[in-house]
Each structure stands twice: as structure tokens, then as C-alpha cells.
């Protein structure tokens, strides 16, 4: 059984769950690391439900898990608030003891939920799972009184992340004009099978936590898009895609199918279409950091700062990839391949509706890898059972780097990026998550 269907059992199972003599039995149940992993995988299953883009989901999870984090971190001096750090990030409400003790690990638990029930939808996803949560607390003992302020104090700092969260300019994207397709060689263009208008051109335009701006860190301008000169970059790396595509081995098919990550993959037969769901990249990075936390032995504190330390990375990864992938708006391979080479090719996985350059998977996986070997080291071998669930096997994890690495290369074997999309796109999202990690000193 798996690390996520064994959470999947409920609460039941946690309550079982033992720890030292020193802690009540409430606390053995709030403060179980398993849990928050839980906890998330709540709001993963959510976005999922719902398909979300990947940068929205990205989104979604950073507000939430900044929410846990600053809960948590009240109560454990091991940890600073990112207010100050996250340099808009104002002061945070501070916790009244004065009457009692505040159980830090549930005000984090519920401050997740409240916060991740607010950026998503439909309304009240979570709020069912806030009660249960509640329900818990209660069943195994946990002082009125003390859930009381824990909630007072939980729902506070759900308030201004809440706040502060609505300054980020998410919704005045939602407005903006509409991205104007142009049909011009070297330009994307919507790809088979749905043709799909562009996701969120306008993504480029949100605010960073902590990049300066959106085009920080320069990324080099992709090859020209040259079909005369068989010597040519772009030309050569046309034909690795196709050639790749063509020949591909089982292990390069499993790689393309486990680091696939569509959150909403169509099928087209006939009139008939049909979607699959699956994680998008930061929810599998999400479930990695669960799995990672456990195979390491991680408290709850470690586990809370763990997660929210990665979703900043995923956040500024995907405004820092959005804003270069709308400013070259480079062709995908599938395109070209179809144009000028064999128009009834089709790459192993499906190509997403946004421009090529560079690779949002290669950007993202390699933040979050940055902030992942800060937290667990360079050596941590899991096995990351997070596609179990969707009859993908599970897959060994050397390492967080070489995971990212893994991720990249999936999009050439997968036939919907070149090589220099995913080699730049591994060394701006290893700059991002190396700045996130030493701006960002969650731990004393």
C-alpha cells in the first residue's frame, strides 16, 4: 500500500498512532506529521477534482501552505515568520496565551484548509474537511477551551494571508485581454487534438514572493527557427525530438508517463472526448515533499516549513518560466514536425496549450528541488508512490536534483519540448529555488 492510501484511510488509523508519554492524546493526534501530509493532499485532491491550471494550482498551494507555516511557527521558536522575508508580506496577528495554551500543529492544519478552501472552488471544497478536523480534535480529547483559542488564532492568520494574498494581482489577470494568436513561422500555435486557446498569457504579470521581478535571471533568446540549414541548431534539435519520439524504449516511455503531470489530458475519438486527471507538476512535487518528509523522519514543524518553502519556489518558478514563455512565443515541436516533416506525427504525451520556451516542468521541478535538498540533503532516496493512484507505477527518487533532471528530459522523450527548452529551463529554476532558499531563513 502506498504512502497517500495509507493516509487515505482517515482519521481512524491516525488516531491509533502513538508518540511519547509526554504529549496528550490530542497531541499525539495535532501533532502527527502524517496528518498535515494529509492534510495537503486534501487541497491536491481539490484542485484535481477541478483542473486547475498548473500556475493557478501553484497558486493555490503557497497561499495555503504560508498559512500552515506562519501558524506553526508561532508556536515552535525553531522557526521565523516570512513576514519581513517575503518583503510584502506585513506583520502577522501574534498569539494571546494569556489564557490558555494554543495547539500550534491544528491552528496550522486549519489555517491551511480555510486559506486553501479560499482560493479555490467550488466554495466550501474544504470546509467539510475543516470540520472534520474540528470533530477530531474534540473525539480525542482536546480541552474546549484550548480548541477555542486555537481556532481564534488558526482563523486570524487565515484572515490576512487572505488579505495580503488579494494584492497579487491575481484577479486583475482575470480580466486581461485575451491572448491574440498569431500565424507566423516560428510563433506557437494551438496543438491536437482540442487546439486549446493559450493558458494564462498574462501569468508573467503576477506578483513574486521573492524574485525582484519577473524577468529575473537572464535566460538566453532560443535558437532561430531555421528549416534550410540541416547543420542548424533549431533543425537539429527537430530532429532529436522526432527521432526520439520514434524510437522510443520502455524505460524512456515509463520516464514520459510518470513526469507526464497533464492535469487534464483529452482524448478524442470521433465526436467522443473524454479527459483524464492527474496531478499537474507542483501537486506531484507536493506529494514528493509528503513522502520525503516521512522517509526522512520529519516533525510536524519541519514538514509545515518543508511544504511551504517549496510552493513559494513552485510560485516564483512559474511567474519567472510564464513570463519567457510569452515573451519568445516559440513554437512546439508537434508543430513543426506536423508542417514540414510528417503531418500525421503525434509526440508519446500530449502537448500542452502554451509556448514552448523553455520548459515550465524543467523550471519548476529544478526550484523545487533546490529548496527540497536544503530541507532533506542531496542523498535521500524515496519512492515516490504519488501515481499509484492513477495506475502509474511507482518510481525510485535518487535524489531531489536528479529527480529534476528526470522531469526534464521526460518532456523530449515525450515528444512536446526540444532539448534547450528543458536545459534552460533546469538552470532558471535552479537559480529561482537557490534564491528562494537564501532569502528565505525559515529555519533559527
Not at 491544528?106 to 474540528?134: D, I, W
Not at 491574440?180 to 482540442?194: K, Q
Not at 529527480?403 to 532539448?419: K, W
Request: proline content about 7%; glycine content about 6%.
Amino acid at each position: 500500500m502506498h504512502f497517500f492510501s495509507r493516509m487515505a484511510l482517515g482519521a481512524g488509523l491516525l488516531l491509533l498512532v502513538t508518540t511519547c508519554s509526554r504529549k496528550s492524546n490530542y497531541q499525539a493526534f495535532t501533532h502527527d506529521p502524517l496528518l498535515y501530509a494529509r492534510t495537503v493532499k486534501q487541497l491536491n485532491n481539490v484542485v484535481l477534482e477541478n483542473n486547475f491550471p498548473p500556475m493557478v494550482a501553484a497558486r493555490n498551494y503557497a497561499y495555503a501552505s504560508i498559512a500552515g507555516y506562519e501558524c506553526m511557527a508561532a508556536g515552535d521558536p525553531r522557526f521565523r515568520s516570512l513576514s519581513g522575508q517575503i518583503r510584502h508580506l506585513p506583520p502577522l496577528p501574534v498569539p494571546d496565551t494569556s489564557e490558555g495554551p494554543i495547539d500550534f500543529p491544528l491552528a496550522a492544519l486549519l489555517a491551511f484548509t480555510k486559506v486553501g478552501n479560499a482560493v479555490t472552488f467550488p466554495e466550501g471544497s474544504l470546509m467539510e474537511y475543516h470540520a472534520q478536523l474540528l470533530r477530531q480534535a474534540d473525539s480525542v480529547g482536546m480541552p474546549r477551551a484550548v480548541r477555542k483559542r486555537t481556532e481564534i488564532f488558526s482563523d486570524s492568520i487565515a484572515a490576512a494571508i487572505l488579505r495580503w494574498s488579494r494584492g497579487d494581482r491575481y484577479a486583475e489577470t482575470r480580466g486581461a485581454e485575451k491572448y491574440n494568436v498569431l500565424h507566423e513561422p516560428g510563433r506557437w500555435v494551438p496543438t491536437p487534438p482540442t487546439y486549446a486557446s493559450a493558458i494564462e498569457p498574462h501569468w508573467g504579470r503576477i506578483r513574486p514572493l521573492v524574485l525582484d521581478s519577473a524577468s529575473q535571471f537572464e535566460i538566453p533568446r532560443p535558437p532561430t527557427v531555421d528549416l534550410r540549414n540541416p547543420n542548424s541548431v533549431f533543425y537539429k534539435a527537430l530532429l532529436e525530438v522526432k527521432v526520439t519520439g520514434d524510437s522510443l524504449t520502455d524505460e524512456q516511455q515509463q520516464i514520459a508517463a510518470f513526469w507526464d503531470d497533464n492535469p487534464f489530458m483529452m482524448h478524442v475519438k470521433g465526436h467522443l472526448m473524454f479527459a483524464i486527471k492527474k496531478f499537474s507538476p507542483p501537486g506531484h512535487w507536493l506529494n514528493i515533499v509528503g513522502i520525503a518528509a516521512q522517509t526522512a523522519g520529519a516533525d510536524v514543524g519541519t514538514t509545515a516549513a518543508a511544504y511551504a518553502h517549496t510552493s513559494i519556489a513552485f510560485f516564483d518558478a512559474f511567474i519567472r518560466g510564464w513570463e519567457e514563455k510569452y515573451r519568445s512565443n516559440y513554437v512546439r515541436p508537434e508543430t513543426v514536425i506536423n508542417q514540414h516533416l510528417d503531418e500525421s506525427w503525434r509526440p508519446f504525451i500530449q502537448t500542452p496549450p502554451f509556448p514552448s520556451y523553455v520548459s515550465g516542468h524543467a523550471t519548476n521541478s529544478a526550484a523545487a528541488a533546490e529548496v527540497m535538498t536544503h530541507w532533506f540533503g542531496d542523498n535521500l532516496s524515496i519512492t515516490d508512490t504519488s501515481l499509484v493512484e492513477f495506475g502509474i507505477p511507482a518510481r525510485i527518487l535518487p535524489s531531489f536534483r536528479r529527480a529534476a533532471e528526470e522531469a526534464a528530459l521526460s518532456r523530449l522523450y515525450g515528444g512536446i519540448h526540444f532539448r534547450f527548452d528543458n536545459d534552460e529551463g533546469l538552470k532558471v529554476g535552479k537559480q529561482v529555488g537557490a534564491l528562494v532558499v537564501e532569502r528565505l531563513q525559515l529555519k533559527k
